[in-house]
C-alpha cells in the first residue's frame, strides 16, 4: 500500500498551515511545513551576512546548513544547527526576503530534495507554494487554498497582535500581495494550482470549516 499524500499549496497567510496542522493531528499523519524551510535558510542568510542575491552562494550556506521540524508537546518547532529558531523565522525581515531567497534554482533542488526524503516512510501533510506541482506530484489529495489580500491581512494582524507586536494593516497588505507577486512570476517552480487540485477559497469560512472540507475530501480517496 502507497503512502498517502496531502499537498497543500496556496498564497501567503492564506492559512495553510494552521489547517495542515490540525488536519495532520487528525489522521496522525506528518505535518511538513516548506515555507518554515525556506524561512530557515533565509534567516541564517542574513545572520551571516551572505549575499541574498547569489544562488550558488545561498546553496553552498544550505549545504552547511541543518534545518529540523519537530513536532513535540510545545508544537511545532524549527530548528536551524540546533538552534531554536521558531519564532525568529517568522520576523517581518525574513518575511520580506524570503522570496527572493526561494527564487533561485539551485537552493530549490537540494530543499526538493530534503522535503521528499521526509516522506519516505510516513503519510504527510505538507504545505507550501509548488507541492501539488513539483515536491509531490501524485499526492492523492491536492488542495489550493486561497482568501482575498484583505482577509489575509487582517489574519496576520490579528496573529501578530496576539504575539505582543505591533503590526500596520496596510504594512502587512502590501507585504503579503508583494510576496505573492514574487512567488507567482518566479521563473523556477511558482505558485500555481496543480493539475485536478482542489480550490477551496477560505475568505469567508472558519478555520473548523475548512478542515472538515479537507478531511471529507481525504475521506474519498482514502
Ligand atoms: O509558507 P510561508 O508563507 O511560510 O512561505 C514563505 C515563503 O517561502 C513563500 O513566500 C515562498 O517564497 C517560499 N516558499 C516556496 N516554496 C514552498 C514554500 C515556501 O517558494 N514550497
Do not use: W
Not at 507585504?175 to 500555481?192: F, G, N, Q, W, Y
Amino acid at each position: 500500500e502507497r503512502l498517502f499524500q496531502i499537498a497543500i499549496d496556496g498564497p501567503a497567510a492564506a492559512g495553510k498551515s494552521t489547517v495542515a496542522k490540525i488536519v495532520a493531528g487528525k489522521l496522525g499523519y506528518v505535518y511538513i511545513d516548506t515555507g518554515a524551510m525556506y524561512r530557515s535558510l533565509t534567516y541564517k542568510a542574513l545572520k551571516t551576512g551572505t549575499d541574498l542575491n547569489n544562488g550558488a552562494g545561498l546553496l553552498e550556506l544550505l549545504n552547511r546548513t541543518e534545518i529540523n521540524l519537530l513536532t513535540g508537546e510545545n508544537g511545532q518547532r524549527v530548528l536551524v544547527d540546533g538552534d531554536d529558531v521558531t519564532e525568529r523565522i517568522r520576523y517581518p525581515e525574513v518575511s520580506a526576503q524570503v522570496s527572493l531567497v526561494s527564487s533561485f534554482q539551485e537552493v530549490r533542488t537540494e530543499m526538493v530534495r530534503r522535503q521528499r526524503r521526509l516522506t519516505e516512510s510516513c503519510n504527510v501533510v505538507m504545505d507550501g507554494r509548488d507541492i501539488g506541482t513539483h515536491v509531490l506530484p501524485d499526492a492523492q489529495v491536492k488542495i489550493f487554498l486561497k482568501a482575498s489580500v484583505d482577509e489575509r491581512a487582517v489574519r496576520r494582524y490579528k496573529e501578530e497582535k496576539l504575539k505582543g507586536m505591533n503590526p500596520s494593516i496596510e504594512a502587512l497588505k502590501s507585504a503579503i500581495a508583494l510576496r505573492d507577486k514574487m512567488d507567482t512570476e518566479r521563473a523556477v517552480s511558482p505558485l500555481v494550482k496543480a493539475e485536478g487540485a482542489i480550490e477551496v477559497d477560505t475568505t469567508s469560512l472558519s478555520i473548523e470549516e475548512v478542515v472538515s472540507e479537507i478531511l471529507r475530501i481525504v475521506k474519498e480517496r482514502r
